[in-house]
């Protein structure tokens, strides 16, 4: 019988910097780099803000968004829907939790509901392919001739609209922060929320401790944050990857 010697380790090929602190200065941090958070960051650095975004992947890829979006929800204000923001909200509070699992609180999703429309132009002006420009679905039944916007799931109402190149939405998103001197950091797992001093301190190998004036937290979709006995948290995800679950709502629920 062959014998094998388990005893050997192999070195950690990366630097691990334990003792040494980088301090970062902004106006504003996020939390999270997702859809919503590239979003948060890309606005505030139009407004003239110094901007940080941190995510515990790589920016460019990261969240449930990473692989792509094929369909864009609760954009009432696209001139084809045939459903206001107010009648969106009352269809949701009448489905009740499971529709604020999808959308958040009722104030966010009456946010979504008002503005999800203006945020994917905003995505198509960076050169992400919404419509069919190609008219590869000319005459389809959930095309619209005149905008060439198509649209899924409910084809009366118009609420929903397909993202005919929507693979690419983070690239364009990340580009975007990159173009408007977005400061991005990757693969930093926030461990901690320190107001006194206004720190904020992520660890990957090094510490880094982050000043600023507010931060934003850009989470992703979490049914529920419970935290039984024996002090462990745990989240409960409504059909949902795990990579729905921030570490921003974790460090606003211990904090």
């Known amino acids: 019988m062959t014998e094998f010697d388990n005893t050997q380790t192999t070195p950690w090929p990366y630097p691990t910097n334990y003792g040494k602190e980088n301090e970062v200065t902004a106006d504003v941090i996020i939390l999270g780099g997702g859809i919503a958070g590239c979003h948060a960051a890309v606005h505030a650095a139009r407004r003239g803000a ?18 792509g979006v094929d369909h864009w929800h609760a954009a009432c204000t696209n001139p084809c829907s045939n459903v206001t923001p107010d009648e969106m909200m009352e269809a949701v509070r009448v489905f009740g939790d499971y529709s604020y699992g999808e959308f958040g609180n009722g104030i966010t999703c009456y946010i979504q509901c008002k503005e999800s429309y203006d945020a994917l132009m905003d995505v198509e002006k960076m050169g992400v392919k919404v419509r069919d420009v190609d008219d590869e679905f000319v005459g389809a039944e959930f095309r619209d001739e005149k905008t060439k916007l198509m649209f899924a799931y409910d084809y009366e109402n118009r609420t ?22 977005v400061q991005i950091y990757d693969r930093i797992m926030v461990t901690s929320l320190l ?35 024996r002090g462990v948290l ?22």
């Open 50 to 67: 110094k901007v940080v975004i941190v995510d515990k992947g790589p920016v460019i890829r990261s969240g449930s968004g990473g692989a």
């Open 234 to 255: 745990h989240f409960q995800c409504q059909g949902c990857d795990p990579f729905h679950v921030c570490v921003c709502r974790a460090m606003g629920f211990l904090h």
């Open 160 to 181: 929903c609209i397909r993202v005919n190149g929507g693979a690419h939405i983070k690239v364009a998103l990340y580009n975007e922060l990159r173009r408007l001197g």
């Open 195 to 229: 107001t006194e001093g206004a720190d904020l301190r992520p660890h990957h190998g090094n510490q880094f401790a982050y000043r600023r004036r507010e931060t934003r937290g850009a989470p992703g979709r979490c049914h529920r944050i419970q935290r039984p006995h």
